[in-house]
């Protein structure tokens, strides 16, 4: 395995005026924590299955359980990480429960996630 070097400075030089933007913009330590929490959410596989389904559709547990050959169990209990995430909302209809994307910034998450994996 190829390991690239990482460069670094040849002097020391703090960039006073930059060092203080940082400070100035960073947002608080709360605000980074729940950001980390969300992006490890999109760190299954199966968990991104699912919000791909629902790109298309508001969908029932039992058709997406069939569409990822998955159990339903499996399958909510994946729901249930991605709905306290914000990502999914669901609605009741008779005995059916149905999912879909909480709002159009899940879509361009993920939409954005692609073109940056899918670049040259």
Same mark, same amino acid.
């Given at each position: 395995?190829? *390991?690239?070097? &990482?460069? %670094? #400075?040849?002097? &020391?030089? $703090?960039?006073?005026?930059?060092?203080?933007?940082?400070?100035?913009?960073?947002?608080?330590?709360?605000?980074?924590?729940? =950001?980390?929490?969300?992006?490890?959410?999109?760190?299954?596989? %199966?968990?991104? *299955?699912?919000?791909? $389904?629902?790109?298309?559709?508001? $969908? #029932?547990?039992?058709?997406?359980?069939?569409? =990822?050959?998955? %159990? !339903?169990?499996? @399958?909510?209990?994946?729901?249930? &990480?991605?709905?306290?995430?914000? =990502?999914?909302?669901? *609605? *009741?209809?008779?005995?059916? @429960?149905?999912?879909?994307?909480?709002?159009?910034?899940?879509? %361009?998450? &993920?939409? !954005?996630?692609?073109?940056? $994996?899918?670049?040259?």
């Amino acid at each position: 395995m190829h *390991r690239e070097e &990482i460069e %670094t #400075c040849d002097a &020391i030089e $703090v960039h006073e005026d930059l060092v203080r933007l940082v400070h100035e913009t960073m947002p608080g330590e709360g605000v980074l924590y729940d =950001l980390a929490e969300l992006f490890k959410v999109f760190g299954d596989s %199966t968990r991104i *299955r699912i919000l791909f $389904v629902l790109f298309g559709a508001e $969908v #029932c547990v039992c058709d997406l359980a069939e569409a =990822l050959n998955m %159990t !339903q169990s499996a @399958i909510s209990h994946q729901l249930r &990480i991605l709905k306290q995430s914000k =990502l999914v909302k669901s *609605r *009741r209809e008779g005995k059916s @429960i149905f999912y879909s994307l909480a709002d159009d910034h899940v879509k %361009t998450i &993920i939409a !954005q996630g692609m073109e940056h $994996v899918e670049e040259d």
